[in-house]
């Protein structure tokens, strides 16, 4: 089975929403730690941006204080869903999150960004 009710579901999304999203702005993410595991994957990433043409945006992990791992770049996010399945890296436990709006085209009034990630192997 695909589900079995004694065992926890580890699959994780994390969530930004941004009101009137702006160029260069960085937005700090949770801290990403599931007990007993080694790494975690990103599975994929789904963001849609309202009233604008587009946002691109970049996802990043690392230390609390210096978020600079790149996992997805250059996602240009419009009015419609935008996603993507391709990753630079895998996430450390301890790791930070951050979203970074690298450019915006027109009057965004808000950008919302969902990242899916599963554990990847026990201890």
């Known amino acids: 089975t695909l589900y079995n009710v004694n065992t926890p579901v580890l699959h ?5 929403v941004v009101a009137n999203p702006t160029s260069g702005t960085t937005i700090l993410g949770p801290k990403i730690n599931l007990y007993g595991y080694l790494n975690y ?3 994929n990433v789904y963001a849609y941006v309202k009233l604008a043409t587009n946002c691109v945006i970049n996802i990043y992990c690392g230390a609390v204080g210096s978020t600079n791992t790149l996992l997805t770049s250059g996602l240009t996010v419009t009015t ?3 996603s993507t399945t391709n990753f ?3 996430i450390h436990p301890d790791d930070w999150l951050a979203l970074r709006i690298i450019s915006v085209s027109g009057s965004p009034q808000q950008l919302t960004v969902s990242l899916s990630i599963y554990p990847g192997y026990n201890t």
């Open 88 to 90: 630079e890296y895998g």
């Open 41 to 43: 994957q990103p599975i």
């Open 12 to 16: 994780r999304v994390i969530t930004w």
């Open 80 to 82: 419609s869903e935008s």
